[in-house]
T-cell receptor, first 112, second 113 residues
Framework: DTGVSQNPRHKITKRGQNVTFRCDPI?????LYWYRQTLGQGPEFLTY????????KSRLLSDRFSAERPKGSFSTLEIQRTEQGDSAMYLC??????????FGEGSWLTVV | GESVGLHLPTLSVQEGDNSIINCAYS??????FIWYKQESGKGPQFIID?????DKRQGQRVTVLLNKTVKHLSLQIAATQPGDSAVYFC????????????FGKGITLSVRP
């Protein structure tokens, strides 16, 4: 499978716990994006990497959120001290400069 | 076929009819546009794209039209099938700067058998 891969697909966590999501982009894609989507809404941009450099972060990305792409390949999105408002689907996407942006199937987070 | 702006949440069409989904984009500098289809519980799936140097692009059963003068994008689906039922999003991006893809509100397409 050469698509964007996200793990885990579903995560239920207690409020206050930390969670981490992983994204493996399509091979050789230099750009990687994180989006968040809640029910009935379109995806909202969180952050984006070109290779290992994080080029832009949305104001939606509070200090409890951190994303890394250490070797310019896979990326992780960590949420610390989760809150109920963090419940959403977290989408990862990748592209090769200026080309089609492909999305993964998303990681569902439920904070209870 | 029927057409509706993205301010209406649902478009219902008869199987076999043509569907037209419209989108008004916001940034006049945007130069690349993508239509995505999203089924329940899944990530957005690429359908078709168009760059600003074109006004029409055709795929298999789908056509995208771009009118830069009025910042309008449309997706036409020919011979709509039950498998086309999903939420459709248009997305825009200005590739000359930080390449952030911005999504429209989305519309639900419901195909009646």
């Amino acid at each position: 499978d050469t698509g964007v891969s996200q793990n885990p697909r579903h995560k239920i966590t207690k409020r206050g716990q930390n969670v981490t999501f992983r994204c493996d982009p399509i091979s050789e894609h230099n750009r990687l994006y994180w989006y968040r989507q809640t029910l009935g809404q379109g995806p909202e941009f969180l952050t984006y990497f070109q290779n290992e450099a994080q080029l832009e972060k949305s104001r939606l990305l509070s200090d409890r959120f951190s994303a890394e792409r250490p070797k310019g390949s896979f990326s992780t999105l960590e949420i610390q001290r989760t809150e109920q408002g963090d419940s959403a689907m977290y989408l990862c996407a990748s592209s090769f400069s200026g080309q089609v942006i492909y999305f993964g199937e998303g990681s569902w987070l439920t904070v209870v | 076929g029927e057409s509706v702006g993205l301010h209406l949440p649902t478009l219902s069409v008869q199987e076999g009819d043509n569907s037209i989904i419209n989108c008004a984009y916001s940034n006049s500098a945007s130069d690349y546009f993508i239509w995505y289809k999203q089924e329940s519980g899944k990530g957005p799936q690429f359908i078709i794209d168009i760059r600003s140097n074109m006004d029409k692009r055709q795929g298999q059963r789908v056509t995208v039209l771009l009118n830069k003068t009025v910042k309008h994008l449309s997706l036409q689906i020919a011979a709509t099938q039950p498998g086309d039922s999903a939420v459709y999003f248009c997305a825009e991006i200005y590739t000359g700067a930080n390449s952030k893809l911005t999504f429209g509100k989305g519309i639900t397409l419901s195909v009646r058998p």
